[in-house]
């Protein structure tokens, strides 16, 4: 990761959470915000561990704080999953992502949220989101599947089979409801213009 595409995806992250990319803004949430907080030590702890002058200097004391935050946040991210720019979460606790799985641009996810691994079964493996894709408070996707652009997962959800794009889910095991998609839960992604 460079130090531009780090930059970007700090900005893009703080602009869904805050509307703005000022650094008051920034600062503001990284001292006292929660769940913007985790993502910036997130970020900024994959940054560090790319170079070798950061990797040796920053990197054990970053790896630290984040691991600080993963327990007073109860937020359990690793640091080196994919996950595109403008991320959200919604509200922090009871959060575990596997650190294999892919997680699109432009996503939220709210509390009580699991995306896990599978051993076997059908789908195997690690979950993959597509672009835009809202996952409701206690959702859990587990396995090797796809979740498509634009989807809707609801609270309490649990999938585990591929989901179309535009497709809103719910229920134990999901089951698609209709195809209205995720357009009115993921807000403020006009950040490319703004930074």
Known sequence: MTFKEYKYFLLSDLYR????????????????????KYNFWMRTCRYSSNGTVLKLLLYPLLRLILRHYVYKLGIS???RTEIDSGFFIG????IVVSGNSKIGKNCNISHGV?????????????PSLGNYVYIGPGAKIVGGIKIGNNV???ANCV??????????VV???GKVISFNGSKDY???TDYEDKI
């Open 17 to 36: 959470v805050a509307g703005n990319t000022r650094l008051a803004t920034l600062l503001r949430h990284v001292l006292f915000g929660e769940s913007y």
């Open 186 to 188: 993921i807000n403020r």
């Open 159 to 168: 999938v585990t089979k591929d989901i179309p794009d535009n497709a809103v």
């Open 77 to 79: 991210i690793p640091y």
């Open 114 to 126: 699991t995306l896990g691994k599978s051993n076997r079964g059908k789908h195997p493996g690690f």
């Open 171 to 173: 229920g134990v095991p």
């Open 152 to 154: 809707a997962i609801g």
């Open 91 to 94: 509200h922090f606790g009871g």
